[in-house]
């Protein structure tokens, strides 16, 4: 088992994993690490967008399995009821607007 991290950053989409050989995602860790602020609840609330996308296609709407998931500041999400197989080269690519808050943390397994 295997694990990686890596910052979303923002504005842009960014390739949070490349599968080298066939490998099973286990469990995907989404965090805002912006403050949560009582006064002002949705200061920090970010949007998530996260693709599994196949070697050598594009980034598109057919290959979105998270569509502007609201990640509020403080807060964590975690994607680990289904498992998903990837081949030599696949992508887990995430996108996020300003605020550019989120980090992610994937873990994978050898299938």
């Given amino acids: 088992m295997a694990i990686d991290s890596a910052a979303i950053t923002g504005g842009s989409y960014t390739t949070v994993y490349t599968s080298s050989g066939s490998n099973a995602v286990t469990c995907i860790w989404i965090c805002n690490t912006a403050t949560y602020d009582p006064l002002n609840p949705t200061t920090g609330l970010t949007y998530l967008?996260?693709?599994?996308?196949?070697?050598?296609?594009?980034?598109?709407t057919t290959n979105q399995v998270v569509n502007q998931l609201p990640v509020p500041a403080g807060e964590s999400v975690t994607f680990d009821t289904e498992k998903m197989i990837l081949d030599t080269g696949d992508t887990v690519v995430m996108y996020t607007p300003l605020p550019y808050n989120l980090v992610a943390t994937i873990s994978t397994i050898p299938v």
């Avoid at 967008?49 to 598109?60: E, Q, S, Y």
């Fill in 49 to 60: 967008d996260i693709h599994f996308v196949k070697n050598g296609a594009g980034i598109t």
